[in-house]
Nanobody, 129 residues
């Protein structure tokens, strides 16, 4: 098992930026993919960005493409989500997750948030003026 802890959420103004962090209790290299997902009240959980633990495989939801950037630091067992040009519709609880499945890519992982794996407790992002 692995424990994931997110941080960096908070209040931001529209057009502002936040950087989310996710640290793991075990090396991410032991898993295949890392994902950032979010869930707003009354909505289903959706994939925001998913990246491979090695290599360049990466996926971004259309709603965040060009505004959000995911990155990883394998040495620190950490992943990050840089969120720029924030919009009110980005308001949600953001979760970090990882899966050990090796037969899927980042796009499949992000578009299927029910895939088995490990999840953090989430961090709230509130974009409002």
């Amino acid at each position: 098992q692995v424990q994931l802890v997110e941080s960096g959420g908070g209040l931001a103004q529209p057009g502002g930026s936040l950087r989310l962090s996710c640290t793991a209790s075990r090396p991410f290299s032991q898993y295949n993919l890392i994902g950032w997902f979010r869930q707003s009240p009354g909505k289903e959980r959706e994939g925001v960005s998913c990246i491979a633990t090695t290599g360049d495989d990466a996926y971004y939801a259309d709603s965040v493409k060009g505004r959000f950037t995911a990155s990883r630091d394998n040495g620190a067992n950490a992943v990050y989500l840089q969120m720029d040009s924030l919009k009110p519709e980005d308001t949600a609880v953001y979760y970090c997750a990882t899966t050990y499945l090796t037969t899927i890519d980042s796009g499949y992982y992000c578009t299927n948030p029910r895939i088995s794996g490990y999840w953090g407790q989430g961090t709230l992002v509130d974009v409002s003026s």
